[in-house]
């Protein structure tokens, strides 16, 4: 089932026209891979999704992009609803400078939840849900920056998580990690895109190839191909 599709998606930064017409549809509980070279726009078009990139200076963008048959770009759009159900992860982990808890909890807080055994509730789950609960449970209080990079991309996914987003945004979640905390994180996120729906932005294609669902490729700001990650990546 379709929960996101981009019809003829076209954004350009003042003269310059960074994508040329994306059309692209997203299925729940699948994890889709966005590939292409640098430059070639699959950040700009990730940062869409959510209206992410709407407070940039001189940005047009037109086309349509539909989340569950709702058109983001519509005047009666919500943005905190949207980014609610469509949330996002970035390259460096940005944890904030609280807390472990007061991280996670801090979309449930916006959201307006006040139930302390809710809010509790959720952390852990969230936490648990990212992989980082053992290393974190006795540490909540600790300031989330004080851990290794792996780990705060793994509260930093875990804070995504806490308001159940339907859709999670990942803009190269593992670039900045060494090898290892890189491989557990796309073991998480296999286990995880049961759950929910993942569009990720990926300059390793062995990674796409590993966890993707469905796989993009963009060059120069045009969508060249996508589909069934296993009919894009020919063995050689
Ligand atoms: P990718 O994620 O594929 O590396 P980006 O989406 O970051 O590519 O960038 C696509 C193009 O848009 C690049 O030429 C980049 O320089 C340009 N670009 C990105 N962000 C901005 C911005 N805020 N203002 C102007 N140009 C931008
Ligand atoms: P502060 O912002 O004052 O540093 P803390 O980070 O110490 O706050 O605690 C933030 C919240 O986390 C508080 O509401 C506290 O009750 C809760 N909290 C701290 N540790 C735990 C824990 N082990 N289990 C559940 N909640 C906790």
Redesign the pocket.
Known sequence: KEIITAENVKLS??N?E?LHGINLSFHEKELTALI????????????CLNRM?DD?E??KITGKIMFEGQDIYSPKMDLVSLRKEVGMVFQQPTPFPFSVYNNVAYGLRIAGIKDKELIDQRVEESLKEAAIWEETKDNLNRNAQSFSGGQQQRICIARALAVRPKVVLL?EPTSALDPISSSEIEETLMELKKQFTFIM?T?NLQQAGRVADQTAF?MN?NLIEAGPTEKMFIAP
């Open positions: 930064y003042g310059y960074a292409g070279p640098s430059g070639c726009g699959k950040s700009t078009f990730l940062r990139n940039i001189n940005i803009d932005v300059h963009l700001g």
